[in-house]
Each structure stands twice: as C-alpha cells, then as structure tokens.
C-alpha cells in the first residue's frame, strides 16, 4: 500500500524537538498568539524574504485579512482563476467582493496574463494569482497590468511555501502573499494555520489588528476585525518544521525527478516546470486521458491518489449564481477532467515511486491526452 501522504512518517522524524516545543507552550499557558507564534513569524519572514509576517487561524482567513487590508470592499471585483481550491474565491466574498475569473494557461496551469485585461472594469481593486500545486504563476507580467491599472496582487500562495520564480521568493512578489498551514500542505500545522506576509508596514499593521479585533488595547476597538489568530501550539510546530522545509521541498523535488524518469513514454503527462522558477511539488500532479481507468489501475495496486480539483470553481453548484457557464474556461474545465494527484511526500522512496510508475509503464496502452487549448 503506497499512501498519498504520511504525516505520521514525518512527525515521526522530529518527535523530540516537536514534543518539546509543544510541552513548553502547556507549561506557558500561552496557548493563543504569544512567543511561539511570534518567533515562527519572525523566522517565516526571513524565509519568504519579507519583512513581515502575520500568523493567523488558516489561509483562508490570511486572505480574507490580505484582501481587507488591500481596501477590497462590497462593490469590488478581484480577478482570479476558476482552477484553484475553493477557498481561494470564498475569501472574495467573504470581503464583500466578487471573484472575477480569468482562464489558466494550458501549459502551467496557472493565471494566464493574457486573458486579465480583459476582464478589468472599473470595479477591479485587486488581482489574486494563485501558485498553483507548489509553482509560481507567471508573475512579472501580472505585476505590469497591475501597475498599469493600479491594482494591488495578492498571491495565494497557499501551496507554494519555498517556491522561487525568476530569483524572487513566492510571497515577496505580489502586495501580499497568503500562505495555508494545513497539514497537507508542504509546511502542515497539527491543525488549522495560516500566515499573510508582506513587506509593506501599513498592510501589515491592518492585518494585525483585524486578526485579534481590531483591538488596539485590551477590549479598545479601533476597527471592526475578526479571531482570526494563531495558536501557540500551532506557532511552536511550525516553528520546528520549517527548520526542515528546505531538506523536504529538496526531497520532493528528487522524488517529481523520478516520477518525472520513470513515466517517461507512458500516458501520462508530467507536470512542467518553469523556468527560472522552482517548483516545491506541495501536489504532484499528472494529466491523464481516461482518468476513471487509471485511477482504479491504481487502486487495485494498494496506491491511494487525489484529484485537484475534479470540478472547476465556476461549475460548482455552490457557485452558480456567479453567473458563468460550462465552456467559459475551456482550460480548467479540461483540466478537471484529466489532471490526477500522485503520493508525494518527502519520506516517499525512490522505490515506492517506481512502484507508482509501474502501473503507468505496465499500461502504456492507454492513450495520452491530448494538448489543451491548442
Ligand atoms: C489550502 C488552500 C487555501 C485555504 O487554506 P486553509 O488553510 O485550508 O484555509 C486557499 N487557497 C489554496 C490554493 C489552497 O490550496
């Protein structure tokens, strides 16, 4: 049995430090906010090469926080993409605001700059790529519509904790940058995280203030704001762990290496790289004809897989009164139907990859899918 991921394995690795730093937020009693989380913030800022970091309750709430302090209000739109974690367009509206999406790009997978401008109206605050399964969107292009139209960029970069493009650190590219916690995520809390970082003071302190309720002394409200803190518990692991982030993206990425080797002439397609850029394999994803097959291939050779993201967000019936419709995004809703996620995990062996791969080489019959959006 191959497993899509095994937290367990990696807590396994660090139990000692963990337990520690976990036994002395208990002994404290500082169990929201406090030194642990300040230190983690401390030390992810440096990471993300920014001067600030705002540790909070999920990424969700990072972004919900970021786009408040961009000035997104009811009445705004903020451009993103359909082929992302829902999370991404319910933070636009949990500011008041309406998603407005624009296609992925057919070989990255991610915002496509060419499709921005038009969709730009005299609503539009803000952009919200979003760096997708661990790779940057193509950013520099984005940064120039939106000087151009002087809009500010958010970045979801909720899966790309340690991704690079073009030399610069994901997080330090866009106004604001929003990372996720989850445990799934490359850097995975024991719970519930997320931090927004940014290097400009003013969005920084707006962020800080709605996190804890707008409170400038005890029970003093200078603004309205939310409990979108972090746990202390939460700040002293990630804390441990991020020590660890750079030895595991390197492991992840010599296991897509392999992956990348061995299913070479199969039916699947490998997922691109960018270049100039780093790609971290938060997800590994591959693009499949007859997914349905493949998936349970897998299954009966003991190997668990994901599908991110099986409907794209603007064919969600959650979602339909936004108004679009089957063949808006031909690109993500192709996608959907063919991208499949394997186990990728940096405790992952070459071993069990090659396993992983087998089922491809053994069945290569299949045919491979077509290109997108030529
Ligand atoms: C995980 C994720 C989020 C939300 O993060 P939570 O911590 O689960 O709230 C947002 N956007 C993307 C792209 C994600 O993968």
Request: glycine content about 8%; charged content about 20%; overall charge negative.
């Amino acid at each position: 049995m191959i497993p899509y991921s095994n937290l367990k394995a990696q807590y396994d690795t660090l139990a000692q430090d963990i337990d520690a730093a976990v036994r002395q937020v208990i002994e404290s009693s500082q169990f929201v906010l406090g030194p642990a989380v300040a230190a983690f913030e401390q030390d992810f800022a440096r990471y993300c090469d920014t001067a600030h970091a705002v540790g909070t309750s999920s990424g969700t709430s990072a972004l919900h926080l970021a786009l408040l302090a961009c000035g997104v209000g009811p009445g705004d739109e903020v451009i993103t993409v359909p082929f992302t974690f829902v999370a991404t367009a319910a933070a636009i509206e949990y500011a008041g605001a309406r998603p407005v999406f624009v296609d992925v790009d057919p070989v990255y997978y991610t915002m496509d700059p060419a499709r921005v401008e038009a969709a730009i109206t005299p609503r539009t605050k803000a952009i919200m790529p979003v760096h997708l399964y661990g790779q940057a969107a193509d950013m520099d292009p984005l940064l120039d519509i939106a000087r151009r139209h002087r809009l500010k960029v958010i970045e979801d970069a909720c899966q790309a904790h340690g991704a690079d493009y073009r030399g610069r650190r994901c997080g330090s590219i866009g106004d604001v940058a929003c990372f996720s916690f989850y445990p799934g995520k490359n850097l995975g809390a024991f719970g519930e995280g997320g931090a927004a970082v940014t290097s400009d003071p003013g969005l920084a302190d707006a962020m800080r203030a709605r996190r804890s309720w707008g409170e400038h002394a005890r029970y003093e409200h200078a603004m309205r704001g939310f409990n979108y803190r972090m746990d202390g518990l939460q700040g002293a692991v990630l804390g441990v762990k991020l020590r660890h982030l750079e030895r595991w993206i390197e492991a992840r990425r010599s296991r897509a290496a392999v992956y990348r080797r061995c299913l070479d002439g199969t039916g699947a397609v490998v997922p691109p790289e960018r270049p100039d850029a780093r790609h971290v394999d938060t997800v590994y994803v591959v693009r499949v004809a007859q997914r349905d097959a493949w998936t349970a291939r897998l299954t009966e050779a003991g190997i668990e897989t994901r599908v991110h993201y099986p409907t794209p967000i603007h064919l969600q019936p959650a979602y339909r009164d936004l108004g679009y419709h089957a063949g808006d995004f031909p690109v993500a809703e192709a996608l959907a139907r063919e991208v499949l996620s394997l186990p990728m995990f940096p405790e992952l062996t070459e071993a069990q990859v090659e396993t992983v791969a087998d089922v491809f080489r053994s069945a290569r019959a299949m045919a491979r899918p077509p290109a997108i959006g030529s």
